[in-house]
């Protein structure tokens, strides 16, 4: 994995991060297809105060905005109220810096050892998340999701199960479509190896299923259940889905924030190794008709989780995989 040796590497990576970082702060910042900051701020006061605009869901997210909250009652205190855009950038940035750090982590744990495909991979994530602004916030439970699942796709990949329950507990603290995080434990081994598929798994899947509906009904029992409108009134999910289909902007924004990458995935799809593969299976068809049926898909930064968790990686994947494979079946004359 070394650009030059492996003291100057891990500073090369920081550098290259860092940047990647701060372009998306930059864009998330400035771009006038996102909420204006005025607004974003009257919204986090508003969630504090128990009184969402969007009640449900956004009422029962609970941790990106106490996290927010804390950081900025601190930086009140050390910049005496100046600058009330601040704490939010330097929130935003610390997600940014961490979804590339465990980004990195990841794809070395599904055996990615082109640092040149890292990288490109990376930066792929790098644009893919910068350009899905539209009609959007800061949304750091978006970015947070992002984290949760990739941290849970790490200790998996790490054999440290037991991870995921707490993990589970944060993630439903934070935002609703966590729920598929359990259930990443035992599907690999389900369209693999059952035989490996022990008791212990099971028990952890469970544990956290618990959590997870513990977290669930206990905010809504402590803020009230509200019925979940969106805009325009809409409330079911047949609306939504008109909506979605019938509003010609969603479809560049998706494919702008996309790309072509989910293609790769399922025209490769036989070929992955089966975490990628079963989490696929597990996730990204859910994940698609939930968020037709109830959000508005226009704002393609929902679709960021299956982006930075499957199809990115997948390509990459693919990609050291055909390599692979051609330079092993390659004659000796071509290969000099």
């Not at 259940?225 to 009134?233: K, L, M, R, S, Y």
Request: glycine share 4%; aromatic share 20%; proline share 5%.
């Amino acid at each position: 994995m070394n650009f030059v040796n492996p003291r100057l590497d891990k500073w090369i990576w920081f550098f290259f991060f860092l940047l990647m970082s701060l372009y998306i702060l930059y864009e998330h910042a400035t771009s006038c297809l996102a909420i204006d900051h005025a607004t974003q701020f009257t919204r986090h006061k508003n969630i504090i105060a128990g009184n969402s605009e969007f009640y449900n869901p956004w009422q029962y997210r609970i941790l990106s905005p106490y996290i927010l909250e804390s950081l900025i009652q601190l930086f009140n205190k050390v910049l005496s109220g100046k600058y009330e855009i601040l704490p939010y950038l330097f929130f935003k940035f610390i997600q940014n810096m961490l979804i590339f750090y465990i980004s990195f982590y990841y794809y070395k744990l599904l055996n990615i050892k082109n640092p040149i495909l890292i990288f490109t991979g990376l930066m792929l994530l790098c644009y893919t998340i910068s350009n899905s602004v539209f009609q959007s916030d800061f949304s750091f439970n978006t970015y947070f999701d992002i984290i949760f699942y990739l941290l849970a796709a790490c200790v998996i990949l790490n054999g440290k199960f037991y991870w995921i329950i707490p993990i589970t507990f944060f993630a439903a603290l934070n935002r609703e479509t966590s729920g598929f995080i359990p259930f990443m434990v035992v599907v690999p081994f389900l369209f693999a190896n059952k035989e490996l598929l022990t008791k212990e798994k099971w028990i952890i899947t469970a544990a956290s299923l618990a959590v997870f509906a513990i977290v669930f009904v206990s905010i809504r029992l402590y803020f009230g259940f509200q019925e979940a409108e969106g805009i325009h009134g809409m409330r079911s999910p047949f609306a939504y889905l008109k909506f979605n289909l019938t509003f010609f902007r969603m479809y560049p924004q998706l494919f702008g924030t996309l790309g072509l990458i989910p293609f790769i995935t399922v025209f490769g799809f036989r070929r992955l190794p089966t975490p990628l593969k079963s989490w696929c299976l597990l996730i990204v068809p859910f994940w698609l008709v939930i968020h037709m049926v109830k959000s508005t898909a226009m704002e393609s930064r929902l679709f960021l989780v299956p982006q930075a968790l499957i199809f990115i990686p997948a390509m990459l994947w693919l990609i050291e995989d055909f390599y692979k494979r051609y330079s092993l079946t390659a004659d000796p004359v071509r290969k000099e």
